[in-house]
């Protein structure tokens, strides 16, 4: 499963980006996906992820959004209102089983088999 990202760029603070993670052509039913993001130096960072539910980390929550495409076949991270914090690199994931679902944190801290490539965002002050 090979997965591509799009969306990535330069915004101000306050503006808004869009990501979205294709799979080459397939689709993403019976997968749990989601979306990571890390800064050089940090831990990477779980930021959103969809299990039977959609789930944003508390420090994106009310700003963050990640939702499904028609028949699953991409998925998308919708930020808003952004900050020079939320600067970092942007990786989606997937996978069918990844193992630690049933940490605290669930899909958001799970690990995952499939990679994209990750595409860079960068928020102005």
């Known amino acids: 499963l090979q997965l591509v990202e799009t969306g990535g760029g330069l915004v101000e603070h306050g503006g808004s980006l869009e990501l979205s993670c294709a799979a080459s052509g397939l689709s993403f039913v019976s997968y749990y996906v989601a979306w990571f993001r890390q800064v050089p130096g940090k831990e990477r960072e779980g930021v959103a992820c969809?299990?039977?539910?959609?789930n944003v980390a508390e420090s994106v929550k009310g700003r963050f959004t990640i939702y499904e495409g028609p028949n699953r076949r991409a998925f998308y991270l919708r930020m808003d209102n952004l900050k020079p914090d939320d600067t970092a690199i942007y990786y989606c994931a997937a996978d069918k089983s990844p193992s630690g679902l049933t940490s605290e944190l669930g899909c958001l801290s799970a690990e995952y088999a499939h990679w994209g490539q990750g595409t860079q965002v960068t928020v102005s002050s």
């Open positions: 969809i299990d039977s539910d959609l």
